[in-house]
C-alpha cells in the first residue's frame, strides 16, 4: 500500500528560559526521535499517556509547531521546512482537535464557521458555498437549522460533528483527529466514531488518530504507535499488538482496559509510580524507572526500535 505520510527521526524540544538575560537553560523533550510511516486509506492509531508526546506529534505533521529536527515526507514532498507553499498544504492536511468548545468561535454561526475555509480557499462562490455547508452539515449527520445556531446552543456531540464538517470543507486527504471523542458521553463517543469510519469510506480519507483510550484504538486503527515520554515503544497492526503485545509498557496499557464481563477478574497492571519529567528524563531506557523487567543494560543504554516479526517493531532490550 502506498505511504501518505513518512516521518522520520522527528525530534521537538521546547527550550525552558530563565534568569536576567533568559537564556536557555533546559529543555523539555517533548519528542524525542520517531520515526514511521502512515499508509493512503488507513488509521494509524497513536496511543500512550498524557505527556507523552501525542498530540506534539500531530501538530509537527501538521506544522502548527515547528520541528527541531527530522524529516516529515507528505506524497513524497518533504514539507518540513516548507514555507511559501504551506497554505496550499491546509487543503490536504487538516484537524479536529479535543475540545470542540474551545476550537468554535463563540461569535460565529455554524455557516460562518464552516464556510470560512471555504472563503480563506475560494473554493466555492455565492450559493453554491451555502449549498457546499449545508451538504456538509448534512454529511455528519445535523440538519440545515443548524446553520443559524452558535456553538454555545448545541450539545458537545453536535458540536464536534460541526468541527468534523469544518475539517472536510477544504476536501482534505489526511485528517489528524486529536482525542476527538474524549470530552464525549459513551453513547455519543459511538456514534461519531461510526461516522469517522463512514467518512472515511465514502471520502478515501487517511486518519491519525490520537488516543489514550486502547478500546477506541482496538475499533478503529488499523495500525498503532505506542509512545512513552516522547519515545517510540512498539508499533504493529492492531492484531498483532492487542493479540501478542512484547514490550511491557504496551502489556501494562493493554491490561489497563475494564472488561465489561463481572467474572472476569481484573488484574492489576504491572507497571508502578508516575511517568518522569520530560525536562529531565531517564538515562537508557525512558521506561526502566516503571518497568518490573528492568536490568543494568536498560540503565545504561537506549534501546533501539528493531522489528521483530514482519511490520511488528519493539524498542526494548528484552521484548516478552
Known amino acids: 500500500m502506498e505511504n501518505l505520510l513518512e516521518i522520520r527521526d522527528l525530534v521537538k524540544h521546547f527550550p525552558l528560559r530563565g534568569g536576567i538575560f533568559m537564556r536557555r537553560t533546559r529543555v523539555v523533550r517533548a519528542v524525542d526521535g520517531i520515526s514511521f ?8 492509531g497513536l496511543v500512550g499517556e498524557s505527556g507523552c508526546g501525542k498530540t506534539t506529534v500531530g501538530r509537527l505533521i501538521l506544522r502548527l509547531i515547528e520541528p527541531t529536527s527530522g524529516n516529515i515526507i507528505f506524497y513524497g514532498r518533504n514539507i518540513t521546512k516548507l514555507k511559501k507553499k504551506l497554505r496550499k498544504l491546509r487543503c490536504d492536511m487538516q484537524i479536529v482537535f479535543q475540545d470542540p468548545f474551545a476550537s468554535l468561535n463563540p461569535r460565529m454561526t455554524i455557516e460562518n464557521i464552516i464556510e470560512e475555509p471555504i472563503k480563506n480557499f475560494n473554493l466555492f462562490k455565492g450559493e453554491d ?5 449545508r ?28 468541527a468534523i464538517a469544518r475539517a472536510l470543507a477544504v476536501n482534505p486527504k489526511f485528517i489528524v483527529l486529536d482525542e476527538p471523542t474524549s470530552n464525549l458521553d459513551v453513547s455519543v463517543q459511538a456514534r461519531i466514531l461510526n461516522d469517522f469510519m ?7 480519507l487517511t486518519y491519525l488518530f490520537i488516543s489514550h483510550d486502547l478500546a477506541i484504538i482496538d475499533h478503529l486503527a488499523d495500525r498503532v504507535l ?17 493479540r501478542s503485545p512484547k514490550h511491557p509498557y504496551t502489556k501494562a496499557l493493554l491490561g489497563s482496559i475494564l472488561k465489561a464481563d463481572p467474572d472476569i477478574k481484573i488484574e492489576k497492571p504491572a507497571i508502578f509510580g508516575d511517568v518522569p519529567s520530560p525536562i529531565n528524563p531517564p538515562h537508557g531506557c525512558s521506561f526502566h524507572t516503571r518497568c518490573q523487567y528492568v536490568q543494568d543494560i536498560c540503565k545504561e543504554m ?19
Do not use: W
Open 302 to 320: 537506549k534501546p533501539k526500535i528493531v522489528e521483530i516479526d514482519k511490520g511488528h517493531y519493539v524498542s526494548c532490550h528484552y521484548p516478552l
Open 37 to 44: 510511516n502512515i499508509r493512503k486509506g488507513e488509521t494509524f
Open 135 to 162: 451538504e456538509l452539515l448534512e454529511k455528519v449527520g445535523l440538519e440545515a437549522e443548524f446553520m443559524r445556531r452558535y456553538p454555545h446552543e448545541l450539545s458537545g456531540g453536535q458540536r464536534q460533528r460541526v
Open 226 to 242: 505506542v509512545m512513552y515520554l516522547g519515545n517510540m515503544m512498539e508499533l504493529s497492526t492492531k492484531r498483532d499488538l492487542f
Open 129 to 133: 458555498r451555502k449549498k457546499r455547508v
Open 198 to 204: 463512514k467518512l472515511q469510506s465514502e471520502l478515501g
